[in-house]
């Protein structure tokens, strides 16, 4: 299960962190990954984590502003955003797979196990 947290309004410019705390299982061998879905638009996906390695991987539209980390002690991922802008505004939602190859670490079908989401807002 995955219980993501951390949501809320911000003004432009602000920083929120967002935390996904898994239970039930050990994340030695996933990847971590946060998509986003704002009111009539598809999930997105935003940044990913190998838990194993640690390699990060962003969507172009975040690098720079976002970070991605895990806590193996909590069995917890983060998302650090700094730099919000409106366009940030959307549902949340954190992933998660078995260890799996590196080309489908963006697309959201290829996760099997999500949480319920939470909302960030950002006003201009």
């Known amino acids: 299960q995955l219980q993501a947290s951390g949501g809320g309004l911000v003004q432009a410019g602000g920083s929120l962190r967002l935390a996904c705390a898994a239970s039930g299982r050990t994340l030695g061998n996933y990847d971590m990954a946060w998509f986003r879905q704002a009111p009539g638009k598809e999930r997105e996906f935003v940044a990913a984590i190998r838990w194993s390695g640690g390699s990060t991987y962003y969507a172009d539209s975040v690098k720079g502003r976002f970070a991605i980390s895990g806590d193996k002690a909590k069995n917890t991922v983060y998302l650090q955003m700094n730099s919000l802008k409106p366009e940030d505004t959307a549902v949340y939602f954190c992933?998660?797979?078995?260890?799996?190859?590196?080309?489908?670490?963006?697309?959201?079908?290829?996760?099997?196990?999500w949480g319920q989401g939470t909302q960030v807002t950002v006003s201009s």
């Open positions: 992933e998660a797979r078995i260890r799996n190859i590196l080309t489908t670490i963006r697309f959201a079908y290829a996760y099997d196990y």
